[in-house]
């Protein structure tokens, strides 16, 4: 089922710096985003698990992005059986992606845990910044696991050289037919840091329990998470909320769009279609929404694509 591009938006992601000035954090809970994208593409769970930590890292550092108009595009191939995964996300908190193999599984591992970096394999993250700038600002980098979390945290101290530390979580429905709590969470170390709040922070992370499991005990509320998580620092080194944004799936796929896409393959392939097939139906890799055209409507595309 297509849900509409505008559902959802609500308030689902906090930014905070702490008292000290030592780190900043990007909180979200990505619950109903993953939702989404699992039902659009008709994910099983470790695809969909994969789909949706991609999307929920995209759309944090999407909200980095400091112009309205900057966009950003992650790129994760591998040679696993969910091949790819794509995901796009802008400054405003809009997100949409797939993956190329969304019936991608394999058996859990020894942990009982998802296999996410058996069916990501080994291959790169590419990160791709569109700043209104001549050229985009493109960065590469080997896959670390597969499980992206740590991929990510990888691509954020060697692409940016931003230390930190990324949490990415999807869990399921007992029947694995839908996502019961979803989100992440980005920690960046900032300049002039103090040593002992790092300490206590890293000690906080290394032992902080399952990302999935602390969104259920905070309600999928996420000041809540954000005090389940943090509350155990001291006073000082607490993050203190500075904005709430919204993180969102959204599709801006048009019947505009995909005109352009069919005067763009050329004359000729557009003459083959139209005479082979007296029709066209294109589907978006995004959101799946179906675009059909007709002979006449071809024709038409055609004469546009001779006068250009």
């Given at each position: 089922?297509?849900?509409?591009?505008?559902?959802?938006?609500?308030?689902?992601t906090?930014?905070?710096?702490?008292?000290?000035?030592?780190?900043?954090?990007?909180?979200?809970?990505?619950?109903d985003?993953?939702?989404?994208?699992?039902?659009?593409?008709?994910?099983l769970?470790t695809?969909?698990?994969?789909?949706?930590?991609?999307?929920?890292?995209?759309?944090?550092?999407?909200?980095?992005?400091?112009?309205?108009?900057?966009?950003?595009?992650?790129?994760?191939?591998?040679?696993?059986?969910?091949?790819?995964?794509?995901?796009?996300?802008?400054?405003?908190?809009?997100?949409?992606?797939?993956?190329?193999?969304?019936?991608?599984?394999?058996?859990?591992?020894?942990?009982s845990h998802?296999?996410?970096?058996?069916?990501?394999?080994?291959?790169?993250?590419?990160?791709i910044?569109?700043?209104?700038?001549?050229?985009?600002?493109?960065?590469?980098?080997?896959?670390v696991?597969?499980?992206?979390?740590?991929?990510?945290?990888?691509?954020?101290?060697?692409s940016?050289?931003?230390?930190?530390?990324?949490?990415?979580g999807?869990?399921?429905?007992?029947?694995?037919?839908?996502?019961?709590?979803?989100?992440g969470?980005?920690?960046?170390v900032?300049?002039?840091?103090?040593?002992?709040?790092?300490?206590?922070?890293e000690?906080?992370?290394?032992?902080?329990?399952?990302?999935?499991?602390?969104?259920?005990?905070?309600?999928?509320?996420?000041?809540?998470?954000?005090?389940?998580?943090?509350?155990?620092?001291?006073?000082?080194?607490?993050?203190?909320?500075?904005?709430?944004?919204?993180?969102?799936?959204?599709?801006?796929?048009?019947?505009?769009?995909?005109?352009?896409?069919?005067?763009?393959?050329?004359?000729?392939?557009?003459?083959?279609?139209?005479?082979e097939?007296?029709?066209?139906?294109?589907?978006?890799?995004?959101?799946?929404?179906?675009?059909?055209?007709?002979?006449?409507e071809?024709?038409?595309?055609?004469?546009?694509?001779?006068?250009?």
């Amino acid at each position: 089922m297509y849900l509409s591009p505008c559902a959802l938006r609500f308030m689902n992601t906090l930014i905070a710096v702490d008292n000290s000035g030592s780190y900043r954090v990007y909180l979200t809970i990505t619950t109903d985003l993953c939702e989404q994208a699992m039902q659009i593409h008709g994910c099983l769970p470790t695809a969909a698990a994969a789909l949706g930590r991609t999307l929920t890292c995209a759309g944090m550092m999407g909200l980095m992005l400091k112009s309205a108009g900057d966009k950003l595009t992650v790129q994760i191939k591998g040679d696993g059986p969910a091949e790819q995964i794509l995901a796009t996300a802008d400054a405003l908190g809009r997100v949409k992606g797939y993956i190329a193999n969304p019936q991608a599984q394999l058996p859990l591992r020894a942990d009982s845990h998802l296999d996410v970096g058996g069916i990501v394999g080994n291959g790169s993250l590419t990160v791709i910044k569109d700043l209104g700038l001549k050229e985009p600002y493109v960065g590469t980098i080997p896959l670390v696991s597969g499980e992206i979390a740590r991929d990510f945290t990888q691509y954020f101290a060697v692409s940016e050289q931003q230390p930190g530390s990324v949490a990415l979580g999807v869990r399921f429905t007992p029947d694995g037919s839908h996502v019961a709590y979803a989100g992440g969470l980005i920690v960046q170390v900032l300049p002039d840091a103090k040593e002992e709040c790092l300490d206590a922070l890293e000690e906080l992370l290394y032992t902080m329990d399952d990302l999935t499991l602390l969104i259920g005990d905070a309600g999928a509320e996420p000041y809540k998470l954000m005090d389940i998580i943090f509350g155990k620092l001291p006073e000082d080194f607490r993050p203190r909320v500075l904005e709430e944004r919204s993180i969102s799936w959204m599709c801006d796929c048009s019947r505009e769009r995909m005109e352009k896409a069919l005067i763009s393959i050329g004359r000729k392939d557009l003459s083959q279609i139209i005479e082979e097939d007296r029709g066209a139906e294109l589907t978006c890799q995004f959101c799946r929404r179906k675009y059909t055209f007709t002979e006449e409507e071809l024709i038409r595309l055609l004469q546009e694509a001779s006068h250009e």
